[in-house]
């Protein structure tokens, strides 16, 4: 079992980009959480998807957007971006049904320069 | 989510017991007390987490007090490889939270030889 896969690992992008994030979750999970981490700061929550819809979102902007395709597997959308979106982006895995607990990727280290 | 206090920082020596503590006074009756650790540049991992029972397993141990208003997390032998962020998390158990995670500022655990 891979656990939860994330691609790429980093990325350098341009302010003003767009980019997409991607995340494969573990074998069985069929939920997606993404979160945002900034430098010496605890991961914060953007949003879940299951059942390919948005099912709770944190308190980001709408230039934060994801998708959810029927293999479970997410992507993580930012448009427009700015210097502070620079952080480590962390996929979780996990299942609505039963007792476990959330997995989570290596995570994708974002830098907008 | 109930908000928790942790310290910012604690040494332990290799081998010797360590005991980290989480203040979560405002906790309610249906909420967990869940532990995660982020070793540099991974995410996050699972540890433990409890109700009101003393818990452990091959990890560590997890002590909350009968008013479940704080709880020690203890690796009884620890290693270089234990230092990491400590997150103390509560919430509610069951269905997609697990995949909703708040987490606060953590406790830099540092393991010296």
């Known amino acids: 079992d891979a656990g939860v896969t994330q691609s790429p690992t980093h990325l350098i992008k341009t302010r003003g980009q767009q980019v997409t994030l991607r995340c494969s979750p573990k074998s069985g999970h069929d939920t997606v959480s993404w979160y945002q981490q900034a430098l010496g700061q605890g991961p914060q929550f953007i949003f879940q998807?299951?059942?390919?819809?948005?099912?709770q979102r944190g308190n980001f902007p709408d230039r934060f957007s994801g998708h959810q395709f029927p293999n479970y597997s997410s992507e993580l959308n930012v448009n427009a971006l700015l210097l502070g979106d620079s952080a480590l982006y962390l996929c979780?895995?996990?299942?609505?049904?039963?007792?476990?607990?959330?997995?989570f990727g290596q995570g994708t280290r974002l830098t907008v320069v | 989510d109930a908000k928790t206090t942790q310290p910012t920082s604690m040494d332990c020596a290799e081998g010797r017991a360590a005991n980290l503590p989480c203040n979560h006074s405002t906790i309610s009756g249906n909420e967990y007390v869940y532990w995660y650790r982020q070793i540099h540049s991974q995410g996050p991992q699972y540890i433990i987490h409890g109700l009101k029972n003393n818990e452990t397993n091959e990890m560590a141990s997890l002590i909350i007090t009968e008013d479940r208003k704080s709880s020690t997390l203890i690796l009884p032998h620890a290693t270089l490889r234990d230092t990491a962020v400590y997150y103390c998390i509560v919430r509610v158990a069951g269905g997609t939270s697990y995949g909703k995670l708040t987490f606060g500022q953590g406790t830099i655990l540092t393991v010296h030889p």
């Open positions: 998807y299951y059942e390919e819809e948005e099912r």
């Open positions: 979780a895995s996990s299942t609505r049904t039963g007792h476990t607990e959330a997995f």
